[in-house]
């Protein structure tokens, strides 16, 4: 029997989520597109979900840094092991997509990491923003590359132009 998914939605500094899930847990965290009609609320939510409200509530409020959610992303085999590896990358940190893929299954994968990054169903809690170009590029963001910037430099993993040309 398939579990129920219930979405709520949260408004973020970088405009709204969309946060759904079922009693197995956490299916998607995705940024709503601009113009998109948000549905009413509902209070009913699993745990999981009204969990994930609270922890994202404290990420952007700077007090969290590591999620502790149970997750359940739809992909195949292969996108789940490279969210599995993108929650390995710490906080205030970010890594390259040559390392992810080394990681999982090669350099060769380089562009099949790319397109599981690309399409990672939980967005933040698995922190594919904290992927970037070997040359320290910031490339590619589903959320758009001025999220995945905001989201960076909120960690303390980008400095301010400031800070840069200070040293």
Request: aromatic share 8%.
């Amino acid at each position: 029997m398939e579990s129920q998914t219930n979405t709520t939605y949260l408004q973020t500094p970088l405009g709204p989520l969309r946060i759904s899930g079922t009693s197995q847990g956490i299916t998607e965290v995705r940024f709503c597109d601009e113009g998109e009609a948000l549905p009413a609320q509902t209070n009913d939510l699993p745990a999981c979900v009204s969990t994930c409200v609270q922890q994202l509530e404290e990420y952007f409020a700077g007090t969290r840094q590591n999620f502790d959610l149970t997750l359940d992303p739809s992909g195949t085999a292969f996108q789940k092991q490279v969210w599995k590896e993108l929650q390995g990358i710490p906080h205030g940190k970010t890594t390259s997509y040559l390392a992810v893929s080394r990681a999982v299954s090669g350099e060769k994968a380089i562009r099949a990491v790319g397109a599981a990054n690309g399409r990672n169903p939980i967005c933040i809690v698995v922190p594919c923003h904290r992927v970037i170009g070997s040359d320290g590029s910031l490339t590619g963001y589903a959320g758009g590359l001025w999220r995945k910037e905001w989201l960076l430099r909120h960690e303390g993993a980008l400095k301010t132009a400031m800070q840069t040309s200070l040293f």
